[in-house]
């Protein structure tokens, strides 16, 4: 995909914006070559069923078997690199005045590749904490074949990840949906958008007045709502959107004059 591609409606819409918010899902990480759950082929939940992993209840009744497959995933991401897209989405936040990512992935790339206003909607797999109270444990080893106990309750490690049927942190919903309605434009990457609440973001910010554009190869239930749909590949389609705004802007450079 090329900047000529990218429309030029689309283009002076982001010039123009003075917040941007982005929502990603896992289809961002798919290039690089982090498995999405819901894509037929690659997709983790081909293997696994993940409604008998990431519940509290699955972790109560199993917690080795829920910890390795999390140990299975940190390998995963761990061997990892961010994408041609993640590095479009740092460039992309020096040339708009404000522009913050909300991400449903648990992988850290958007914070590897360099992003700086990220909000982990559904946590990180890498930032462990205790069952039972919550307290932070910072300094699990890798590999660890089982989950370590915490040196101040003793209840066995977790990942901090927001399991099915869990709340999301408040902090992160509360900035995630002021980022929702405050921006000018809502870019929604990579999600099939049927987890909520992140894929209501969409909706609040519709109703708060933002233009939608999405980003994924195929259709989501957001497509409706978008202006704009950019059917390709996150790592083709947002270098494109930022070589055309820079073209727009008259600049060859990452940071707006
Ligand atoms: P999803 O698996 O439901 O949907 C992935 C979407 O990405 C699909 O719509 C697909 O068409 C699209 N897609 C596939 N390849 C793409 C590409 N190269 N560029 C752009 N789009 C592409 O994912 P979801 O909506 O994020 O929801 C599933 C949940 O699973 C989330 O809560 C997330 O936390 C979790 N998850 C996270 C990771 C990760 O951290 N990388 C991986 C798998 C699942």
Redesign the pocket.
């Given at each position: 995909m090329s900047a000529a591609s990218i429309p030029a409606a689309l283009t002076a819409t982001l010039a123009a914006a003075r917040r941007v918010t982005v929502l990603t899902?896992?289809?961002?990480?798919?290039?690089s070559g982090?498995?999405?759950?819901?894509?037929a082929q690659a997709?983790?939940w081909s293997r696994y069923r993940p409604e008998e992993l990431a519940t509290r209840e699955a972790f109560e009744a199993d917690p080795d078997a829920v910890w390795s497959w999390y140990e299975w995933r940190r390998d995963l991401v761990e061997k990892a690199e961010p994408n041609p897209g993640h590095v479009a989405l740092v460039e992309l936040a020096a040339l708009v005045d404000r522009l913050t990512i909300v991400t449903?992935?648990?992988?850290g790339l958007h914070l590897r590749a360099g992003s700086q206003d990220v909000i982990e909607f559904?946590g990180n797999l890498f930032e462990n904490y205790c069952v039972e109270r919550g307290h932070p444990m910072t300094s699990v080893p890798r590999p660890c074949p089982a989950p370590p106990p915490c040196p101040r309750c003793g209840s066995p490690a977790r990942p901090g990840v927001v399991w099915f049927g869990e709340s999301i942190p408040a902090n992160a919903l509360e900035r995630a949906l002021a980022a929702a309605q405050e921006c000018d434009l809502f870019l929604a990457?990579?999600?099939?958008?049927?987890?909520y609440p992140a894929a209501g973001l969409a909706e609040t910010a519709l109703g708060a007045g933002a233009v939608a554009v999405e980003?994924?190869?195929?259709r989501?239930s957001l497509s409706g709502l978008a202006e704009f749909c950019l059917r390709a590949?996150?790592?083709e389609a947002l270098p494109a959107i930022v070589a055309a705004l820079r073209a727009r802007l008259g600049i060859g450079g990452a940071t707006r004059p």
């Open positions: 899902g896992a289809g961002m990480s798919a290039e982090v498995p999405t759950f819901r894509d997709g983790l449903q992935n648990v992988d559904h990457i990579g999600t099939s958008a049927l987890v980003v994924n190869p195929q989501t590949p996150s790592g």
